[in-house]
């Protein structure tokens, strides 16, 4: 039996880590970080620093995360694909790095209770059965809160309610087009779901949130649409990669 902690981690500030995910961080044995492809591989390096800084006992072992095709017309099926990919990947490596009876810590970015692969990617591995897990999620502080927060604002208004979407569904006009306000997640480079909400909405942007990096926007989209849109490409441009969330009220 190996045990696996899924650790949320927050969004690169050391301070969001909860007390769980110090204790659990504090008890294990090995450490897995994958490698993303070019400047994105940024974020393996404040992985890195967490773990020095709160798992000094572990082994860290290093590995290449599988590449998702992106740009696939066939989003759905390039994803199950990573996700295969990424299930073999952390199996073969439990099984080289992590002895019977020890454990393992994988560290997601946010909160893995929220929106992250790795949550689905081990209930594959275990489901493959050649690896004897017990396994748990550790909880962290996800990008919509820590937007809201950074925004001073709430999630939620008195009887309204709140998606939490990807832009995917915005830009393709399938999410409820009612009066729920949205939290829209993982924009693209090229489309941008600001390009399809009304005018007269608000939004509240954030790139970075919660690092030293951090941009922040809000006002009626309208007015600060083409605001928001320079920013991502200036700072897509600067680092190499974007990470943002907004939140939108709907009239």
Do not use: N
């Not at 941008?192 to 509240?204: E, F, Q, R, S």
Request: aromatic residues 4%.
């Amino acid at each position: 039996m190996r045990t696996v902690q899924v650790v949320g981690i927050g969004l690169g500030d050391p301070g969001q880590l909860t007390l769980d995910a110090v204790e659990a961080l504090g008890g294990v044995d090995v450490v897995v970080l994958l490698h993303k492809p070019g400047p994105a591989d940024e974020l393996t390096a404040i992985r890195a620093r967490i773990v020095e800084r709160f798992a000094p006992q572990a082994r860290v072992v290093e590995r290449d995360d599988a590449v998702r095709d992106r740009t696939s017309p066939d989003y759905e099926g390039a994803t199950e694909r990573w996700r295969d990919e990424r299930a073999a990947l952390y199996e073969q490596t439990l099984l080289d790095e992590v002895p019977d009876g020890g454990s393992c810590a994988l560290l997601v970015w946010g909160d893995p209770a929220i929106y992250d692969g790795t949550v689905e990617m081990l209930h594959r591995l275990d489901a493959r059965g050649r690896v004897d897990l017990d396994w748990r999620v550790v909880p962290g502080l996800g990008a919509p809160t820590v937007l809201a927060a950074a925004h001073r604002t709430t999630l939620t208004r008195t009887a309204r309610a709140a998606t939490i979407t990807p832009a995917r569904r915005v830009l393709d006009d399938s999410v409820d087009s009612g009066e729920a306000d949205l939290v829209v997640m993982l924009d693209s480079a090229r489309d941008h779901g600001l390009d399809h909400l009304p005018d007269d909405a608000t939004v509240y942007w954030g790139a970075y949130v919660g690092t030293p990096d951090e941009v922040l926007i809000a006002g009626r989209v309208g007015d600060v649409r083409a605001e928001i849109l320079a920013a991502r490409a200036e700072h897509r441009e600067r680092k190499g990669w974007l990470m943002d969330t907004y939140l939108v009220r709907r009239r």
